[in-house]
């Protein structure tokens, strides 16, 4: 009697115990599916409030897409945050930039001296790195009527030098998140460090860094700071194969601090008729 009683009460605890885990997985599922739902849920309501969710998702995977053309194939290594790949949408390939030297017409002055700026201390890098007056300037400024070639000129520079371009448009870097601003202009420089060589350009540059003023926006004004620091940062590496190019029909209105960190200014005319004569033969 006493055995009969010892076994049932040991298939009375093994089916407790089935019973208790059976209740545990149904726990554990329906924990999990709860928070897939809540998931779900909270990911809705942030894209309700993030209008501009579609857009920063289109524009990572169109990133991933240049980095991987760029011959970045493990981009895992490269850890690019969520900033970096919003400006790598914006960025050029230099084997898929359609200008050369030789479709640049009635600007050769400009482009030789780019040629013995630029290009040269880019492809020479270890002769002209032994001194710094010899290195690449940080930052070179384009200026001149509207249509005359200053986007071009910029192009065929980063072609012909090798440099990933980084074409930076001002409504980028404008965030409507407070603090966000500063993370999008600290991520330009960031990037082109990963991907260097690389050119950072910014066309209508007196738009985004003209002369400050007591009625600039904080927010503004902080970005300005943000910007001018790291560009700085450029300065001081010797090693740093970034550069800063800027394209303005209106110089007068930049900023001089921006003014002095472009040490080479190059005036793009309205072409004279021989000019006129050779860019039409050109193209």
């Known amino acids: 009697m006493g055995v009969k009683l ?17 209740g545990l997985i149904v726990r554990l599922v329906f924990t999990g599916a709860a928070g897939y739902f809540l998931y779900k849920y909270v990911d809705k309501v942030l894209g309700i409030l993030d209008p501009t969710k579609k857009q920063k998702k289109a524009s990572e995977e169109k990133a991933q897409a240049l980095l991987k053309l760029l011959g970045k194939h493990n981009i895992t290594d490269l850890n690019l945050t969520e900033y970096e790949l919003n400006i790598a949408s ?28 630029v290009i040269l201390p880019f492809h020479k890098r270890d002769i002209f790195r032994q001194c710094k007056l010899f290195l690449p300037p940080k930052g070179i ?44 202009a600290a991520a330009v420089f960031s990037l082109a460090h990963k991907l260097q060589p690389a ?3 910014i066309d209508e540059i007196d738009a985004f860094l003209q ?4 009625r600039d926006h904080e927010v503004t004004a902080m ?13 001081s590496d010797n090693e740093s194969q970034v550069m800063v190019m800027g394209a303005t029909n209106r110089p007068q209105q930049i900023d001089q601090a921006i003014l002095r960190r472009m040490p080479i200014k190059l005036n793009v005319p309205m072409p004279l008729w021989h000019s006129f004569e050779a860019a039409t033969t050109t193209v």
Do not use: H
Not at 7 to 20: H, L, Y
Not at 91 to 111: A, E, F, H, R, T
Not at 211 to 214: V, Y
């Open 6 to 22: 010892e076994v049932r009460g040991f298939e009375d605890a093994e089916v407790t115990s089935k019973s208790q885990l059976i």
């Open 90 to 117: 914006q960025l050029i390939i230099p084997k898929d930039i359609p200008v050369s030297w030789n479709q640049i017409g009635g600007l050769d002055y400009i482009v030789e001296q780019i040629k013995e700026t």
């Open 141 to 184: 400024l384009l200026y001149g009527p509207p249509g005359c070639g200053k986007t071009m000129i910029a192009k065929a520079t980063a072609r012909e030098a090798g440099c990933a371009f980084i074409n930076i448009e001002v409504q980028q870097l404008t965030d409507k998140w407070y603090g966000e601003s500063q993370k999008l």
């Open 199 to 201: 050119i950072i350009f």
């Open 211 to 214: 002369m400050r003023s007591d």
């Open 223 to 235: 970005m300005k700071a943000t910007f001018m620091s790291l560009w700085d940062g450029l300065a």
